[in-house]
């Protein structure tokens, strides 16, 4: 066997395998073993690209806030243009969401309602008669996750990580302290610390080391690049409904991203989008909006994986020495990568910045009952 030692092992290089490789790439040597051939191939390649305050469960909501300084301000050579371009976020809420608009407006933070006749004025051609309320999240912002991708995985490989490509974790075991996964070529990497990123596959990833699952289901996501004819619309803001039942935003200069908000449960694979959410999606924004759709010119479709919760799983496993998860980032994977990134690193070293320690009870990964296996195959 062609063995490799490491301080931490990786399995995984999507934005959570990147943010944990580079933040813990600081203090130890760090092994990234990637199943594809490119890394960021899954979920990470086909997200929406937004950060948004105001969205997801209480752990995400922490862990975006506590990303905002590093998108901001990256370090030095992180990345060669910004990370954020600002980007409002307006809800629109027609008469069978009024509840649902009103229980967002409580418990967000700097949503403010707005006028629906704001809303021409900002672009987007709300139809008459569609939306009773709308409100506005105007600290919201696009991400480029293709750069903050790439600094996370160049930071990792400065500071002497290893990027394994085509690299699948096949056989995963312990063995007098050391974690030892060995890809299909032989390539064995060992580390007393494994990192489990691997989205969608994270049970899967667990199982192989002898450990009982979390409950991770990914969920289909779709979204169609759509052309809006006539309309610039390269300064609308994102806008959906409050059901989260469909959202539209610019993508580049003239066209528009849409998505039918779906989450059709489905096993972890290279998931591809159906039909039917494509109809819908148009379906949906075309009551709203009066937008007209002659071609979709792209369509894709994206795995969001959610423990039973909903929140995050980050964490040492309590029976599993040196076994950390790192899943269930959902649709929030992205905005809260570098928070997520630094809390991994430091539980590795075992001093977490103080600011992050309240989000250490949300996202235990031992707040699951788990059924099965559960000890550590020797
Ligand atoms: C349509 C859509 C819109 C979204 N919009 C947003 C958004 O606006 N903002 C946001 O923050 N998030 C968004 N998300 C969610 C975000 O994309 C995910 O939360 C995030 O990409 C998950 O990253 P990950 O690294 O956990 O998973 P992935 O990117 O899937 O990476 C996991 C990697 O692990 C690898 N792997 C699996 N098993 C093994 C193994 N045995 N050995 C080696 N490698 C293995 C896989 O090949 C894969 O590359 C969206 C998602 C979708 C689909």
């Known amino acids: 066997m062609d063995t490799h030692d490491f301080d931490v092992l990786v399995i995984g290089a999507g934005i959570a395998g990147a943010t944990a490789a580079a933040h813990c790439a600081a203090t130890g040597r760090v092994a990234l073993m990637e199943a594809e051939e490119t890394a960021g191939y899954h979920s990470t390649g086909r997200s929406a690209a937004i950060w948004i305050q105001n969205y997801g469960p209480p752990d995400v909501r922490r862990l975006s806030a506590a990303s905002r300084a590093f998108f901001a301000e990256p370090p030095a050579g992180f990345a060669s243009a910004p990370l954020l371009a600002q980007r409002p976020v307006v809800t629109v809420a027609p008469a069978d969401q009024a509840a649902a608009m009103a229980a967002m407006l409580e418990d967000g933070e700097g949503l403010e309602p707005l006028p629906l006749a704001a809303i021409a004025a900002m672009g987007p051609p709300l139809r008459e008669g569609y939306a009773v309320s709308a409100a506005i999240e105007r600290d919201a912002f696009d991400i480029d996750v293709a750069a903050l991708h790439a600094g996370f995985l160049k930071t990792a490989r400065a500071a002497g990580g290893v990027l394994a490509l085509r690299s699948r974790a096949g056989r995963i075991w312990h063995d007098r302290g050391l974690w030892h996964a060995a890809a299909k070529d032989g390539t064995v990497f060992r580390a007393p610390v494994l990192v489990n990123a691997a989205g969608a596959w994270g049970d899967e990833v667990a199982a192989l080391a002898g450990l009982a699952p979390i409950g991770l289901q990914p969920k289909r996501r779709t979204a169609l690049i759509i052309d809006p004819g006539q309309h610039d619309c390269s300064r609308w803001p994102l806008i959906g409904d409050a059901a989260h039942s469909w959202y539209l935003r610019p993508e580049a200069r003239r066209k528009l991203m849409l998505s039918p908000a779906d989450e059709t449960d489905m096993p972890p694979h290279d998931v591809q989008p159906d039909e039917i959410d494509i109809a819908i999606a148009i379906d949906r924004m075309q009551q709203a909006l009066d937008i007209p759709v002659t071609r979709v010119e792209h369509r894709w479709a994206g795995l969001r994986s959610f423990t039973p919760d909903r929140s995050l799983a980050i964490g040492f496993d309590a029976q599993a020495p040196g076994f950390l998860w790192m899943i269930g ?45 559960g000890t550590v195959a020797a």
């Open 329 to 373: 980032q959902g649709g929030y994977g992205i905005q809260t990568a570098p928070a997520a990134g630094r809390l991994v690193a430091g539980m590795v070293a075992g001093a977490v910045a103080e600011e992050l320690l309240p989000i250490l009870p949300l996202v235990n990964p031992n707040r699951f009952a788990r059924n099965g296996a």
